[in-house]
């Protein structure tokens, strides 16, 4: 079984929908926890990240962590189709640098 | 600020050869970490250097890899002999290793092809 389960999609939606992208995973150690933004034949670019539970709010975007159900999930208001790209959720334990990611929600806004 | 640079983009070699991939880090970042993501799988870590040194190579999976960082600098990962299952996309991260998260920067990655 995967640490971490991110629903691969694709995902499409009408320009101006709110998008909501879900990572679940397994392992109680994770404090840390991060959405990835990755355009195509580009690396991965650091969008969010939050630690422990709670929500993070920055402009059109929003981080979410329920540790209780371990479910993270990143909310996209107002949908632009620059937002078109593969969205990784990823997490890490404290005292590891290594980052376990999700296989990433591709994510198509359509105009 | 130069991003995380790496070399080559893409390489295709034949099972049983040798490859080197090369990865320079932002400047002034002690962290560097190499990654791999394997067709349709998640990316996957493979081991975290401070400055010269490995401290975290949980992730290699074999002794086929080899990863080195002379003198804090770059880093290059050498495969060989490659295998079929080698390939896939290599990234290259690194980070300063101060902050809350000490977010880790990626490269463009390097796909590698083996035939």
């Known amino acids: 079984q995967k640490e971490v389960e991110q629903d691969p999609g694709p995902l499409s939606v009408p320009e101006g929908a709110i998008v909501s992208l879900n990572c679940t995973y397994s392992?109680?150690?994770?404090?840390?926890f991060m959405w990835y933004r990755q355009y195509s034949r580009k690396g991965p670019e650091l969008l969010m990240y939050t630690y422990s539970s709670g929500n993070k709010e920055d402009g059109r975007f929003t981080a979410q962590v329920d540790k209780s159900s371990k479910y993270i999930s990143l909310f996209i208001r107002d949908s632009q189709p620059s937002d078109s790209a593969t969205y990784l959720c990823?997490?890490?334990?404290?005292?590891?640098?290594?980052?376990?990611f999700g296989s990433g929600t591709r994510l198509q806004v359509q105009p | 600020e130069a991003g995380v640079t790496q070399f080559p983009s893409h390489s295709v070699i034949e099972k049983g050869q040798t490859v080197t991939l090369r990865c320079d880090p932002i400047?002034?970042?002690?962290?560097l970490y190499w990654y791999r993501r394997v067709m349709g799988k998640e990316i996957k870590f493979l081991l975290h250097?401070?400055?010269?040194?490995?401290?975290?190579e949980s992730g290699m999976p074999n002794n086929r890899f080899l990863a080195e960082r002379t003198g804090g600098t770059y880093s290059t990962l050498k495969v060989q002999p490659a295998e079929l299952e080698d390939s896939g996309v290599y990234f290259c991260a690194s980070s300063q290793g101060g902050g809350v998260i000490d977010e880790q920067y990626f490269g463009p990655g390097t796909r590698l092809t083996v035939t």
């Open positions: 250097f401070v400055k010269e040194s490995k401290q975290d």
């Open positions: 990823a997490m890490r334990a404290p005292g590891r640098r290594a980052l376990t």
């Open positions: 400047s002034g970042h002690d962290n």
């Open positions: 392992n109680s150690a994770f404090q840390y």
